[in-house]
């Protein structure tokens, strides 16, 4: 039986409910894998008000916090993920090539 294989991509992503700021980087986050890392990412989404020794543990100091496991070297960028190419940048994702009409 074959085994299934991981994705190659773990993100995790850190925030503190579901405020609109944290909605917002999941949505932007999400939006990002889709086109870039498709079939390829998995996404865990942390809530550090349920879980705040995760926080402690990752040293994260500032809300929400996108971290990035694998592939290593973990990477990390704050805020809500809205500048795309930023984001791409930052976690050295190399940009989906973009399609012809």
């Known amino acids: 039986m074959p085994r299934s294989r ?3 991509w ?3 992503l850190y925030i503190a409910g579901e405020t609109p700021r944290a ?8 939006a990002i894998c889709e086109e870039h890392l498709p079939d390829m990412h998995q ?7 349920k879980n705040p020794s995760r926080a402690e543990c990752d040293q994260i100091i500032a ?3 996108l971290v990035r496991r694998r592939p290593p ?7 809500n993920l809205s500048d795309i ?4 940048a930052s976690l050295d994702i190399r940009p989906a090539k973009t399609r012809s009409p």
């Open 23 to 30: 909605m917002s980087a999941l949505g932007n986050l999400r």
């Open 6 to 8: 991981k994705p190659e």
């Open 10 to 12: 773990l993100l995790q």
């Open 63 to 65: 809300l929400p916090t």
């Open 43 to 49: 996404i865990e989404v942390i809530d550090i008000r």
């Open 73 to 79: 070297p973990a990477r990390t960028v704050v805020g």
């Open 85 to 88: 190419n930023k984001v791409l």
